[in-house]
T-cell receptor, first 113, second 114 residues
Framework: KAGVTQTPRYLIKTRGQQVTLSCSPISGHRSVSWYQQTPGQGLQFLFE???????NKGNFPGRFSGRQFSNSRSEMNVSTLELGDSALYLC????????????FGAGTRLSVL | AQKVTQAQTEISVVEKEDVTLDCVYETRDTTYYLFWYKQPPSGELVFLIR??????QNEISGRYSWNFQKSTSSFNFTITASQVVDSAVYFCALSDTGRRALTFGSGTRLQVQP
């Protein structure tokens, strides 16, 4: 069974641009969560989606948004990029609301110049 | 608010040594889950174990063992006879039953020297 797939693996953007990251969950998993990992703040929860609806949201500004499609694939978008948005963005999937073991992808490393 | 503390930033051992990674947590919830994940240089977080707050039984899986003590709010992880392949960053995490959002500790970087 294929794991969580995140694309692209690496991205370089400049300040002010926007970016979209993609995540394909493990087949059969319906819940997708996103996390940001930085050296200074560590791993922080961004948001969670289930059945195309955002179920939980972390403490991030509105520039960070996401969505989930009917096939459970998810995208996250960051608008008006800032230097501090440089991070590893990790996507995790789980079976659904009653299962909380999250399986992570390899992440997208975003560099904002 | 939930909090996870991993006081050991970095540990270096020689192969075949035993090593224990400490994890202390804070939560007001009576029902919660604790996790350990491994992050190798590739970046992917690899799930190792989940424990719920009602199950204080220690667990052993091969060279890995976990000690959960509610009285001290700790969930420590021991690797017996460490190997070079164990070199990675290890994260302890906490979630309550209502949300699946994980609260992570800052991680412990383990370096196993040959």
């Amino acid at each position: 069974k294929a794991g969580v797939t995140q694309t692209p693996r690496y991205l370089i953007k400049t300040r002010g641009q926007q970016v979209t990251l993609s995540c394909s969950p493990i087949s059969g998993h319906r819940s997708v969560s996103w996390y940001q990992q930085t050296p200074g703040q560590g791993l922080q929860f961004l948001f969670e989606y289930f059945s195309e609806t955002q179920r939980n949201k972390g403490n991030f500004p509105g520039r960070f948004s996401g969505r989930q499609f009917s096939n459970s694939r998810s995208e996250m978008n960051v608008s008006t990029l800032e230097l501090g948005d440089s991070a590893l963005y990790l996507c995790a999937s789980s079976l659904g609301p009653r299962e909380n073991i999250q399986y992570f992808g390899a992440g997208t490393r975003l560099s904002v110049l | 608010a939930q909090k996870v503390t991993q006081a050991q930033t970095e540990i270096s051992v020689v192969e075949k040594e035993d090593v224990t990674l400490d994890c202390v947590y804070e939560t007001r919830d009576t029902t919660y889950y604790l996790f350990w994940y491994k992050q190798p240089p590739s970046g992917e977080l690899v799930f190792l174990i989940r424990r719920n707050s009602f199950d204080e039984q220690n667990e052993i899986s091969g060279r890995y063992s976990w000690n959960f003590q509610k009285s001290t709010s700790s969930f420590n992880f021991t690797i017996t006879a460490s190997q070079v392949v164990d070199s990675a960053v290890y994260f302890c995490a906490l979630s309550d039953t209502g949300r699946r959002a994980l609260t992570f500790g800052s991680g412990t970087r383990l370096q196993v020297q040959p």
